[in-house]
């Protein structure tokens, strides 16, 4: 983190509302159509960290402030300062610290895609609890096109979508919208509207339907549940077979 903090810009947003207890995470590039940088590697998990110990928190949802891009993946000048085999293996190494911390926050998190999510934007997407996309949200997965394999999500989408979905959509590298998501398992609701009114409906939704009806200590429980049966060696062993595949791609000659 001390050597990621140093590259590139853009950071993260984070806001937490004492009165709805649900936060906001966001994240700020939009200059480079939100792709993140080291720095807001290293922004995402000190965010994360807060919200762990947040004990008023119910709800997240992680959007960006760019309605057209959730994310465009890992910042090009990143890739070219770590471009090697020891630099993909620390990005893999924090990021799936990240993404382990955000599946086991004992709050409901929600992904709001709004525009396009891809390649690793849209891997960040699959560690939430829930998917809730704008008309124009879409996700792509374009790693194989770049000569990589995904870095923490195959696992986690074989979990949402199945084995032969998630081949299929790994391999094609296509662009999934948002009625197809729906229809896949990826999507949990497509608001109506576009821009600052899908993060009224998406936080409404998240309020009404899942948080509204049960108190902090409750659903924290629950989220423990329903997480425990993941997190007993099989999913951990998975996404480090994942990072090891990956790593040895990202300092290869095919990326």
């Known amino acids: 983190k001390h050597e990621f903090s140093q590259l ?8 937490m509302d004492s009165v709805t207890k649900v936060a906001q995470l966001q994240l700020v590039n939009s200059r480079m159509k939100n792709a993140y940088s080291g720095k807001m590697m290293c922004d995402l998990n000190n965010a994360l960290i807060e919200l762990e110990n947040w004990e008023e928190g119910k709800g997240l949802v992680i959007l960006s402030d760019d309605p057209k891009f959730f994310s465009s993946g890992v910042d090009r000048n990143f890739i070219k300062c770590q471009n090697s085999y020891e ?23 929600v992904s709001l895609v ?8 849209a891997e960040i997407c699959t560690a939430t609890d829930f998917r809730v996309f704008s008309p124009s949200g879409s996700m792509e997965f374009i790693q194989a096109k770049l000569g990589l394999t995904t870095n923490y999500s195959g696992s986690r989408l074989v979990r949402l979508i199945g084995q032969r979905e998630t081949l299929k959509l790994l391999l094609s ?10 229809r896949m398992g990826l999507c949990d609701k497509i608001t109506y509207a576009e821009g600052d009114r899908a993060t009224s409906e998406a936080l409404l939704w998240l309020q009404e339907e899942l948080l509204e009806n049960t108190k902090v200590d409750v659903l924290r ?9 993941y997190t007993e060696g099989s999913l951990e062993n ?10 040895g791609l990202w300092g290869g000659q095919s990326f």
């Open 8 to 15: 590139g810009e853009g950071s993260i947003s984070l806001k």
């Open 87 to 109: 630099g993909g293996y620390k990005m893999a190494t924090l990021m799936h610290d990240t993404m382990s911390r955000l599946s086991l926050l004992p709050m409901i998190t």
């Open 114 to 121: 709004r525009g396009r999510a891809i390649g690793g934007g």
């Open 173 to 182: 590298c296509r662009k999934v919208d948002s009625k197809e998501a729906k």
């Open 221 to 229: 429980s629950m989220k423990s549940i329903c997480v425990n049966p």
């Open 238 to 247: 998975n996404l480090e077979h994942e990072k090891d595949q990956f790593t």
